[in-house]
Each structure stands twice: as C-alpha cells, then as structure tokens.
C-alpha cells in the first residue's frame, strides 16, 4: 500500500463544474500537508497548504481530517486553466524531514 | 530573482555509466531535496540536504548519493545506471529544512530528464 493514494482519474469536467479530489496518508506521524499542482512536463508549483482548520483561497478549498487520514482539495467554478494533474503532499518530520508525493489526479476542464 | 536551476536539462546515458546531476537552489535557501519522478507518477523523495548535511533519506539503493556545497548547491550522483533509473529528477529548495514541522513551501527547479539506453 502507498503512504499517500489518491484517485488517479483522469477528471473530464466542463468549464464551471465543481469538481472534488481526495488523498489518503497512511502514517499517523505526518504534520504538514499540501496540494501542488503540475501541468503537463513541468515542475510541481504549491497550490495551497491544508490546515487542520481547512483553508479557502478563491476558488479553491482544502480540509484535513487528521483522525481519518484524509485530506481533500474541492475547485468550484473550473476554468480551462485548472486543468493540470493535482499532487497531494504530506510531510513527516520523525528522525529527519520526508515529503511523500501522490501520484496525482489529473484533470481536464473542456470548454 | 531567479529560481531554482537544473542542469543538464536532458541527459542520455547507457546502462552501467554514472550521472551527476546539478542543482542550485534559490538564494538565500539553504534546504536543497532531491526527488524523482517516473512517467505517470508522483515525484519519490531521495534525499534532503540541510547546511550541507544530509537531513532526510528516501528508499532508495546505494548507488545514489548527494552532497551539498557550501554556496548550497547540490550534486546527484547516479552509479550504475540502469534502465528504471530513466525519470524525471527534480531538485527543490526551501529556507529552512522541512524537519521543523512548518508549512515550508517547496520551489522545485524545471528538472534533468535521464534517460537510460
């Protein structure tokens, strides 16, 4: 099993969909948590960080649930731009630092 | 100010031979990691280099090493390349290194892509 899984899709939604991704991490030990995006034969750029309060940045929202292991990235409104492939990120800080990628979830906003 | 840089940006190599890949991180940065991403995958943490010592290791074999100078660049070296190390490696920066628990933002450079033939 994966440390961290996600839904790897594809997502085919169009413009002005909502569209909802989800991530699971298996170590309980994990203490900071992510989304970064990545489009097509680029590097990874932060989208967001994810709180333990839950976070909203425009048209974005991301929530943890610490006691489920379960974190997940919700994008109202889509815009052609959105489409990209969508990375959960935990970190776990235990004897040194680790930051454990998913293999993502790509989407495609169609017009 | 310019980010993260990568270099070579392509590389080809033939099984057997040993790679070294160059990374410098964004200044004033002293956090450098190593990752690499196969096709169709999320990038596989290697290594973390904080103040030239390394802070973080991943699963990955010997044949892998890195070090950090004192300008805070960083070398990946690859010996005895074989064909599955053919990826996508990616170089990161942060300010301070990612075992203190805060949310520290990962820069990640445009990456060298290895192949091996």
Not at chain 1, 25 to 51: G, H, I, T
Not at chain 2, 78 to 90: E, I, K, P, T
């Amino acid at each position: 099993r994966k440390e961290v899984e996600q839904d790897p899709g594809p997502f085919n939604v169009p413009e002005g969909a909502t569209v909802a991704f989800n991530c699971t991490y298996s170590n309980s030990a994990s203490q900071s948590f992510f989304w970064y995006r990545q489009d097509c034969r680029k590097e990874p750029k932060l989208l967001m960080s994810v709180y333990s309060s839950g976070n909203e940045d425009g048209r974005f929202t991301a929530q943890l649930n610490r006691a489920s292991q379960y974190i997940s990235l919700l994008i109202r409104d889509s815009k052609l731009s959105d489409s990209a492939t969508y990375l959960c990120v935990v970190n776990t800080y235990t004897n040194a630092g680790k930051s454990t990628f998913g293999d993502g979830t790509t989407l495609t906003v169609k017009p | 100010d310019a980010g993260v840089t990568q270099s070579p940006t392509h590389l080809i190599k033939t099984r057997g031979q040993h790679v070294t890949l160059r990374c410098s991180p964004i200044s004033g940065h002293k956090s450098v990691s190593w990752y690499q991403q196969v096709l169709g995958q999320g990038p596989q943490f290697i290594f973390q280099y904080y103040e030239k010592e390394e802070r973080g290791r991943g699963n990955f074999p010997d044949r892998f090493s890195a070090r950090q100078f004192p300008n805070y660049s960083s070398e990946l070296n690859v010996n005895a390349l074989l064909l599955g190390d053919s990826a996508l490696y990616l170089c990161a920066s942060s300010s301070p290194p990612m075992d203190r628990g805060d949310y520290n933002e990962q820069f990640f450079g445009p990456g060298t892509r290895l192949t091996v033939l």
